[in-house]
């Protein structure tokens, strides 16, 4: 498998950050309302046009872009760090999986995977040994064959490492036209469900 097989494209086309939330077996509108989102008040943008309405009232909460990938639902965050907060990560997970992936423009990176409520295992990408969460080594395998461990490797590129990471653990990914040029629902997000 090719580093960042199905989401390497995204540190390039998001030069500024993102934020990827997965959840297994769950529809998009149910991931939006598990992230504090309204369904009945999704509407159609573009990753642009998004990032204008973001920008034309950064206090209103950030706005997420869902859809589907075979097996999971996907949030995509612009600039955002939503995805990532504890409860948030909580309520997306709740009876099922869920894996978070930040970069954002501090080229800070953060990876998340929760299940059934419980954080497993999260850490910063550029100090993989530093995990953290009910299992952190459950994903030590995965890891090891992209350069994440025992530390990050000296040639190996973090933020391909982390999507790659993700790919191979869980198979997620993303449809490219579909989040880079298309449209899909977005809302705007304030609090988790249940929160």
């Known amino acids: ?13 998001f030069d500024l950050g ?7 077996d769950v529809e ?42 075979p097996g999971w639902a996907f949030a995509v965050e612009i600039w955002g760090a939503h995805g990532t907060r504890d409860e948030v990560v909580r309520a997306v ?20 995977h929760a299940q059934d ?13 530093l995990r953290t969460g009910s299992d952190p080594d459950r994903l030590l395998p995965h890891m090891e064959r992209v350069g994440l461990a025992p530390e990050i490797g000296p040639d190996v590129d973090a933020s391909q490492a982390m999507l790659s990471l993700a790919v191979s653990a869980f198979g997620v990914g993303l449809p490219r036209d579909e989040v880079q040029s298309g449209v899909l629902p977005a809302s705007r997000v304030t609090t988790a469900a249940g929160e």
Do not use: Q
């Open 117 to 129: 409520g419980v954080i497993v295992c999260s850490f910063d990408v550029d100090l993989p040994h």
């Open 18 to 24: 993102f934020c990827v939330t997965f959840a297994r």
């Open 28 to 69: 998009p509108d149910e991931l939006l309302v598990r992230m504090g989102g309204d369904p009945g008040a999704a509407v159609s943008l573009s990753a642009a046009e998004a990032e204008t309405r973001e920008l034309e009232d950064e206090d209103a909460g950030p706005i997420v872009r869902v859809g589907s990938y």
């Open 93 to 112: 997970s709740a009876k099922t999986e869920a894996v978070v992936l930040l970069r954002n423009a501090n080229a800070v990176k953060r990876f998340v």
């Open 1 to 13: 498998m090719t580093a960042g097989s199905d989401l390497g494209w995204l540190p390039e086309v």
